[in-house]
């Protein structure tokens, strides 16, 4: 058997945020209608359009380094996906539910900015010098939708979920 390689480790993980990012696409529009306020909504509908440009620039990914656009199922992703789903359904109708939304939205930007962190790192090492810029791109984009939600969660959605306590 073929030792692995960094090559390897790279191509793997990339199949990996290519599942994650393409299902996080299927989870953003149920969030959008979940939320209970127009930011919210329409945070999680400009996310989602991010995320399609996310999934295009993996693609390109995927043709430099010469392998299929193929995913990998990812367990964090799903259970991080799932979790969300669950504040869903058990907060409905509640004035902490915008507030267990952004958490497990930033969750899910957590994961996916040390995927790209490290997918960056790893395709400097390889001298993928054509990757880098698509894969900063996205990181740069999943940052600056932690941000938002950080803001979104201290202007408002916290401070609602307070007060019905």
Request: charged letters at 30%.
């Amino acid at each position: 058997m073929a030792e692995k390689t960094l090559n390897d480790l790279f191509v793997e993980t990339l199949k990996d945020i290519y599942f994650a990012e393409r299902q996080i696409l299927k989870a953003l529009p149920k969030m959008a209608r979940a939320t209970q306020s127009e930011e919210g909504k329409t945070g999680f509908l400009q996310h989602r359009d991010e995320t399609e440009s996310q999934v295009e620039r993996l693609m390109q990914v995927f043709e430099i380094v010469g392998k299929p656009a193929r995913g990998k199922t990812c367990e964090a992703i799903q259970g991080i996906i799932a979790e969300g789903e669950e504040i869903m359904e058990e907060f409905k109708g509640s004035p902490a539910l915008d507030a267990g939304l952004i958490s497990a939205a930033q969750a899910v930007e957590h994961y996916e900015i040390a995927r790209y962190g490290t997918l960056i790192a790893w395709a400097k090492q390889l001298g993928l010098k054509d990757a880098v810029p698509l894969l900063q791109a996205s990181l740069a984009e999943e940052e600056a939708t932690d941000k938002k939600l950080t803001k979104l969660a201290q202007a408002s959605a916290n401070l609602k979920a307070t007060k019905a306590a």
